[in-house]
């Protein structure tokens, strides 16, 4: 399942219109996966509120965002270039890696709200790639 | 059993009220289809499934996605006691066609992402969740019969 040359210029290009609001669909993506999947909310307990409009969602949404915008730039390699965030979501954070598909529906769900018309069943299937790309790369130091 | 509030009965309630079930069975399925490439093993007598385009051109498979749709009715009418109300179509899908039951969840994932297209910023958090939780609740129902 990896990446054809089309899927990374589908990836790159749909970036390219999302990096300006990369704030706004990283919070919308979170709150979504926080809502619909109440399991997900462990990882931030130490949060004072987990309501979408809340700061510390915003926050997080933008850094996780910032993370996949970085993702994008290492597509060539993906497991070297999220090394470090793989060792941090493994021995740190801890993070079951099965979360990492819940969070990535709730991309594509932000993306077709955004791109009503764009996001056709090709472009969804480049980016759903990507995604599962970057879960895995995530996941390599697991174990 | 599963319990629904008013405002989940009314969510879901209100989003068939005014679906196009050809336009979102269609593009539900073929999005599926195209997505997650290994459901066209369902198909194989469905005509012709070469590429991305001759799958959103079939007809057949426009026809089995309201097909589907229409199935979800059933789930709406019955909302406490989506369980039994599926029993047989259950059976079905695991004696008779053999599909897989994590396929349910992929086709449950495509509907979700259509209905998210079609209702834009209607698609609320609140909505997407009442929504989910339907469709969960369905594909736990279709899957029930498996073991």
């Known amino acids: 399942m990896s990446l054809t040359p089309k899927d990374k210029a589908t990836v790159k290009l749909f970036w390219g219109r999302m990096s300006g609001k990369a704030e706004l669909i990283g919070a919308d993506a979170l709150s979504r996966m926080l809502a619909v999947y109440p399991q997900t909310k462990i990882y931030f307990s130490h949060w004072k509120s987990l309501s979408p409009g809340s700061s510390e969602v915003k926050k997080h949404g933008k850094t996780i965002m910032m993370g996949i915008g970085d993702a994008v730039t290492k597509m060539e390699d993906l497991e070297r270039g999220l090394l470090t965030l793989s060792e941090l979501h493994a021995f740190k954070l801890r993070v079951d890696p099965t979360n990492f598909k819940l969070l990535s529906l709730n991309i594509l769900v932000v993306m077709a709200i955004m791109f009503p018309e764009d996001f056709t069943p090709m472009a969804h299937l480049a980016v759903d790639k990507f995604l599962c790309a970057l879960a895995l790369a995530l996941s390599e130091k697991y174990r | ?147």
């Open chain 2, 1 to 147: 059993m599963v319990e629904w509030t008013d405002s989940e009965r009314a969510i879901i309630n209100d989003i068939f009220a005014t679906l196009d079930y050809e336009e979102i069975g269609r593009k539900s399925l073929t999005r599926c289809l195209i997505v997650y490439p290994w459901t066209q093993r369902y198909f194989g007598a469905f005509g012709n499934l070469y590429n991305a385009a001759t799958i959103m051109a079939n007809p057949l498979i426009a026809a089995h996605g309201t097909k589907i749709l229409h199935g979800l009715d059933r789930a709406l009418k019955n909302m406490d006691d989506i369980k039994n109300t599926y029993a047989e179509l259950s059976l079905l899908h695991s004696d008779k066609l053999h599909v897989d039951p994590d396929n349910f969840r992929l086709l449950a994932d495509c509907l979700t992402v259509v209905i998210a297209a079609k209702m834009g910023a209607a698609f609320t958090v609140d909505t997407q969740v009442a929504w989910q939780k339907f469709l969960s609740v369905v594909v736990s129902a279709l899957g029930r019969q498996y073991h």
